[in-house]
């Protein structure tokens, strides 16, 4: 990578990285706020990956107005601001998106509507369980700031680890520079920094942090090769522009998006199990 390119990365990562903790350690309104912002550009940036298919015509502003909806909703009911019961709203607007192809006379309705609930699905629901996560927290280090630390280890010392030891391709289909060697390297010192930060931070949680460990390195992973095949698959290069040096929001998220749910999951049952 030339040296102009890799300084452009560097700062937009770290400015990046620090509004995203910096707004997570800060209050969660200020969190809401982000990451309501990360959303909508998100949404934006997905339904405009098909804007010129051949086959998909989806339409951007029905998808974007009900995903937007559905996810103040579910922030809403989150912070204490609305009712539990306005979650129920949710489903007749996820039938409104397939009404919605039968006044447009497409060849594809199907795809069409497969791509436009996918879009609320991959992009709405893991941001929204972010801010519920955060929400939740109350470890020293909020443990949505623990799950960014470990994805950004494991894709580091993955990529470190590639260019000093890669030999064997991982994906050479999807991702043609990931290689066993890269993943191997990143997954150990994930597991490392989840040991850490439960025996040094968040103190007494080494079980917690370990097998958090153990689900946000795969879940990363796959998180980044299904965005490339996202993109290999639609020929684009990257899903945006606003991001100097790593493309779009879509391309700094994808590791979340994918390893969020995980995440959450392993979190509220280990809340559980610990009462």
Sequence with gaps: MPLGNLATRSITGLIFGIVVIGSILWDPYAQSL???????????????????????????????????????????????????????????????????????????????ISVLVFGVIYIVVPFYLTIDLNLRSTSYLPTVVGMYFLIWTNDSFAYF????????????????????????????????????IGAFINKGQELFWVIAAVIVAPCAIYGDLLESLFKRSLNIKDSGKILPGHGGILDRFDAVLFTIPFFYCWSIIYTYWQK
């Excluded at 309501?36 to 086959?55: A, C, P, Q, T």
């Excluded at 995903?67 to 306005?86: C, D, E, W, Y």
């Excluded at 391709?169 to 290689?179: D, G, W």
């Design 34 to 112: 982000v990451f309501s912002i990360f959303m909508v550009l998100g949404l934006i940036e997905f339904y405009r990956l098909f804007k010129n298919h051949e086959i998909v015509q989806v339409s951007h502003e029905i998808g974007l107005f009900i995903g937007i909806f559905i996810f103040l909703l579910l922030v809403g009911v989150s912070m204490k601001l609305l009712p539990l019961i306005s979650i129920t709203v949710i489903f007749p607007l996820f039938f409104t998106l397939i009404l919605n192809e039968l006044w447009k006379k497409k060849d594809h309705p199907i795809i069409n």
């Design 161 to 196: 680890s590639g260019r000093l030891f890669g030999k064997r391709k991982l994906f050479e289909r999807i991702s043609p520079k990931k290689t066993w060697e890269g993943t191997i390297g990143g997954v150990l010192f994930t597991l490392l920094v989840g040991y850490l």
